[in-house]
């Protein structure tokens, strides 16, 4: 199988191409290696996969359409897994345009070539549990309303579930999108709090801690959420998955057209305390952390919290790695590649 994965340089793209390699199917594998974090991590990840004969890469832009079409050419593609997006909350508000590029135009340009791929089974594609904005109401289910966001990341990944959904009911592309919650793990990105945190601690530093520690979030493993990734790929709508089998429901009946869409929630199922997690990474790291308690950040939320009633049922995802285990991964793989 063929499969072309956007964003395969970033964190959960480099485990999701490594996953597939060491399946046997080919992967061709796009990012434009943008400096929104160290180019060099994602230079380190791409020397892995560049080892296996089954990879090509291509830096490339999502947004340029042209440079795109180059990158597809002839080929038969079988699977579209469309991760490439401009990522952080924060970030949202400083550089608005660059979600509107990357996370708007970058996602027209894949549903436009998806459209044109005779050979394709599916496209899974990247959404976000920031969608949820300041719900209330848990756990996060796909039948929530989510058209309150509070950030511009959330809006623009709210604004490609809802173009996938048109292009799935004009030309019945078959496609998923997996709201990801809170994903750490080695590899991790350096602007995640985990990553922030180990840095900080071992070079003697105070860790900043949002909303003065009255944080929980659904913190899920790497190698859980490709996983999910996986099981949605091989399920597309309409292959009988789905409430009541019908390829046109939406896992949560976020849509109950019958549009060859659906959304799933992929998380842990299971909030952790923001402390908890920092009071295991200084156990792995052996060494406490000095602490400075801020309010909380413009566009973050307080609780995040995934009902995953709907791919459990649809798709038999259910993950399996705690904190507990997951973290001393990290911290151990951070170690070692900084040979610290």
């Given at each position: ?101 990357a996370n708007l135009v970058g996602h027209m340009v894949v549903l436009e070539l998806a459209r ?225």
């Amino acid at each position: 199988m063929t499969n072309l994965l956007t964003g395969a340089a970033g964190f959960i793209g480099f485990h999701v191409a490594r996953r597939l390699l060491d399946q046997g199917e080919r992967v061709i594998g796009v990012d434009n290696l943008n400096p929104y974090y160290s180019a060099t991590l994602k230079e380190d990840r791409l020397r892995q996969l560049l080892e296996h004969p089954n990879f090509n890469f291509h830096q490339v832009n999502i947004a340029d359409r042209a440079a795109m079409q180059d990158v597809v050419g002839d080929l038969k593609i079988n699977y579209i897994i469309h991760l490439a997006a401009q990522a952080g909350v924060r970030h949202s508000i400083e550089n608005p345009f660059a979600y509107v590029e990357a996370n708007l135009v970058g996602h027209m340009v894949v549903l436009e070539l998806a459209r044109q791929q005779a050979a394709l089974k599916h496209m899974v594609y990247a959404s976000s549990s920031s969608v949820y904005g300041g719900n209330t109401k848990l756990p996060f289910s796909e039948a929530d309303r989510v058209d309150e966001p509070i950030s511009l990341y959330a809006a623009t990944k709210k604004s490609d579930e809802l173009l996938s959904r048109s292009y799935a009911h004009l030309y019945r592309i078959p496609q998923t999108g997996l709201r990801f919650f809170t994903v750490y793990g080695p590899w991790g990105r350096p602007d995640m709090a985990l990553w922030l945190f180990t840095e900080a601690i071992l070079a003697g530093r105070p860790i900043k801690i949002f909303n003065h520690g009255d944080m929980h979030r659904d913190f899920t493993y790497v190698d859980d959420i490709v996983s999910g990734i996986l099981m949605a790929r091989d399920n597309p709508p309409g292959s009988g998955v789905g409430t009541g089998g019908n390829g046109g429901t939406n896992g949560g009946a976020v849509d109950a057209s019958t549009a060859p869409h659906r959304i799933y929630n992929i998380g842990n199922n299971h909030p952790e305390p923001l402390l908890r997690l920092i009071e295991i990474l200084e156990d792995a790291l052996g060494r406490k952390a000095e602490r400075i308690l801020e309010p909380m950040q413009p566009g973050d939320v307080k609780y995040t919290f995934a009902d995953l009633t709907a791919i459990e049922r649809d798709l038999g995802f259910r993950p399996t790695t705690t904190i507990a285990e997951g973290v001393p991964r990290f911290a151990d793989w951070y170690r070692e590649y900084h040979k610290l």
